[in-house]
T-cell receptor, first 114, second 116 residues
Framework: NAGVTQTPKFRVLKTGQSMTLLCAQD?????MYWYRQDPGMGLRLIHY???????AKGEVPDGYNVSRLKKQNFLLGLESAAPSQTSVYFC?????????????FGPGTRLTVT | AQSVTQPDIHITVSEGASLELRCNYS??????LFWYVQSPGQGLQLLLKYFSGDTLVQGIKGFEAEFKRSQSSFNLRKPSVHWSDAAEYFC??????????????FGTGTRLTIIP
């Protein structure tokens, strides 16, 4: 049981390049989330999904797109990277069993945009 | 909208000393409260959570937290810290105002340094 995995672990992009971050979970969770972590700002929600085929905007969605074609995968895309998107990106997942469920986090992807 | 404040950016304590990390929240109803820990280069791990009931909750690694509604606080404590506790700690509040749309709001974190 790997939990939540993220690919890649590190990436350096030039301004204007595109890339996709992959998140996979093997816990059969309904909910999945993408966060970014910046120094002194904690974690901020970019986009999230409450089920296969559905996505919604979080607190800081601009410049990102997401897709959830399969229940176990949640992709985060940057179409035209900007230096302001230099950050550490975390994916998380949680079940939907009533109340508020614990989110399980991946190890993160460190992205640098030059 | 909910919010979380962690007033201490960085705390340094001696190994074996007691620890208290502060967290204040803003939320209109009974909150769902969490403490997560992030070791260097790692993802976040849940230490403990409060949903209802006993206001003193026990977590992993010897941590506990107390929910005080009157003070809108959820402070994290440990009676005796170990060098391995050096990490960043995040308090978070969960919003379930919209079923099927639950979201976590995180504080900005407190970095804990342990000195021998």
């Amino acid at each position: 049981n790997a939990g939540v995995t993220q690919t890649p672990k590190f990436r350096v992009l030039k301004t204007g390049q595109s890339m996709t971050l992959l998140c996979a979970q093997d816990m059969n969770h309904e909910y999945m989330y993408w966060y970014r972590q910046d120094p002194g700002m904690g974690l901020r929600l970019i986009h999230y999904s409450v089920g296969e085929g559905t996505t919604a905007k979080g607190e800081v969605p601009d410049g990102y797109n997401v897709s959830r074609l399969k229940k176990q995968n949640f992709l985060l895309g940057l179409e035209s990277a900007a230096p302001s998107q230099t950050s550490v990106y975390f994916c998380a997942s949680s079940s939907r069993t009533g109340g508020f469920n614990e989110q399980y986090f991946g190890p993160g992807t460190r992205l640098t945009v030059t | 909208a909910q919010s979380v404040t962690q007033p201490d950016i960085h705390i340094t304590v001696s190994e074996g000393a007691s620890l208290e990390l502060r967290c204040n929240y803003s939320y209109g109803a009974t909150p769902y409260l969490f403490w997560y820990v992030q070791s260097p280069g790692q993802g976040l791990q849940l230490l403990l959570k409060y949903f209802s009931g006993d206001t003193l909750v026990q977590g992993i690694k010897g941590f506990e937290a107390e929910f005080k509604r009157s003070q809108s606080s959820f402070n994290l404590r440990k009676p005796s810290v170990h060098w391995s506790d050096a990490a960043e700690y995040f308090c978070a509040v969960g919003d379930i105002s919209n079923f099927g749309n639950e979201k976590l709001t995180f504080g900005t974190g407190t970095r804990l340094t342990i000195i021998p």
